[in-house]
């Protein structure tokens, strides 16, 4: 028996969802996304059954992009749930009929204390949608289950709000990359949102000599610090970078007897701590360097990275 044609029509149906949500969005979104902004508190999402899960993962998404955010089952609510709430706060409801009869409980609530409320429902007349300050209406479709039953193309399509409605606070809020990694320090996510700065030899690591320092001198804090470079510091700047291939380069009878400013490569490649391990990566690999320092914006060396630690970060 082939399947495919069935979950063909099945995905077609979802996305003809998604592409009508899309263009019913309005007044009612930027109203809904003017309330978060506005909030003082927190984003409590809820929503019962298969709604609850796509509740539990809108707040999931909003609180790593920046607006804080839990979820509240509203069953739970009528039972001590609702201390979760509080003044400041705002509810984000779910449910395509309107009429989930749990979610009256925490709906009265919201109300009594002057807790707003955004509404995702298929039907601005129900009980959901006339509790709520703002209504965004699903497009009224059927759901993609054969059946007619079981939540399909609804639960898609509040998916996609809950997505549009994380995203366009991280917008609004300057959400940058650097606090994206503050939420995912760990994982695959974590290692590509680093920085140099955060990978860097710092301190009693750094090797550094000045313009005039003997030759010898200079390898010998070279190979104490053991990390195949050293910068050459004039003014509290870098002027430049004495490295491995510097040295096999200059290699002959007289080089003990020059001072390190006449072995060194002046304007060395460089980065701000600031900058992604990734990027940081990229370059070196293209410019076949495996080491560089990292400068403060004036110039000052403030630690050294070297490709190995990027790629053992898994940048």
Request: hydrophobic letters at 45%.
């Amino acid at each position: 028996m082939d399947h495919v044609p069935g979950a063909r029509a099945v995905i077609l149906s979802e996305a003809e969802g998604l592409r009508l949500l899309a263009d019913s969005l309005g007044d009612s979104f930027n109203r809904a996304v003017g309330l978060a902004l506005a909030a003082k508190g927190r984003i409590a999402v809820t929503g019962m059954g298969k709604s609850g899960h796509v509740a539990r993962k809108a707040a999931a998404t909003l609180a790593s992009t920046g607006s804080p955010a839990f979820f509240i089952h509203p069953a739970e609510a009528a039972h001590g749930d609702l201390g979760m709430l509080g003044a400041g706060d705002l509810l984000v409801a779910f449910s395509n009929s309107g009429e989930t009869g749990e979610l009256s409980v925490i709906l009265v609530f919201c109300a009594r204390h002057g807790i707003p409320v955004i509404g995702v429902t298929s039907n601005p007349e129900s009980l959901l949608g006339t509790h709520s300050d703002v209504v965004v209406r699903l497009p009224g479709l059927s759901e993609a289950c054969p059946l007619g039953c079981a939540p399909t193309t609804s639960t898609t399509m509040m998916m996609a709000f809950g997505d549009a409605l994380a995203l366009s606070l991280l917008s609004a809020r300057g959400f940058t990359a650097e606090d994206f990694l503050r939420y995912h320090p760990g994982g695959k996510l974590g290692s590509r949102l680093m920085t140099v700065g955060d990978l860097m030899h710092t301190g009693e690591r750094l090797p550094l000599a000045q313009p005039d320092t003997p030759m010898g001198e200079a390898i010998m804090e070279m190979s104490g610090k053991r990390l195949g470079c050293l910068g050459i510091v004039e003014g509290g700047r870098l002027a430049g970078i004495i490295t491995d291939g510097d040295l096999r380069r200059h290699m002959g009878p007289r080089l003990l007897e020059s001072r390190a400013s006449d072995v060194m490569t002046r304007n060395p490649v460089s980065f701000g701590p600031g900058t992604m391990a990734a990027k940081a990566l990229a370059s070196m690999r293209e410019r076949g360097i495996t080491n560089a320092f990292v400068l403060a914006q004036g110039g000052e060396p403030l630690g050294v990275i070297h490709i190995h630690d990027l790629l053992a970060a898994g940048a």
